[in-house]
């Protein structure tokens, strides 16, 4: 079973994206999440989590700008992206944190275009 993102489009820098994750309800309770990116050429990186508690966390590059969240009832988690930046263009993944590789999905593309 692998997640299903959706959300991603093209934006201005400045612009906002809000990034939604179907989670499998069987472990949609059960472990800690994030959203991950993987710009061309570069590896994939994780840009946000959040752990059972809720605790969320968040590299310098996204931080103040991207806000994680989750709602168990739907099993989705949310990325709201906002102050979008060309630096962020990237296909954007969910998955555990730490990742497992059998959940990779196919990922959302998000392009921030002047």
């Known amino acids: 079973v692998r997640f299903v993102e959706s959300g991603g489009g093209l934006v201005q820098p400045g612009g906002s994206l809000r990034l939604t994750c179907v989670v499998p309800?069987?472990?949609?309770?059960?472990?800690?999440m994030g959203w991950y990116r993987q710009a061309p050429g570069k590896e994939r990186e994780l840009v946000a989590g959040?752990?059972?508690?809720?605790?969320?966390s968040s590299p310098d590059s996204v931080k103040g700008r991207f806000t994680i969240s989750r709602d168990e009832a739907k099993n989705t988690l949310y990325l709201q992206m906002n102050n979008l930046n060309p630096d962020d263009t990237a296909v954007y993944f969910c998955?555990?944190?730490?990742?497992?590789?059998?959940?990779w999905g196919q990922g959302t593309q998000v392009t921030v275009f002047s």
């Open positions: 998955n555990f944190d730490p990742a497992m590789r059998s959940y």
């Open positions: 959040i752990n059972l508690h809720g605790t969320t």
């Open positions: 309800s069987h472990v949609s309770s059960l472990y800690s």
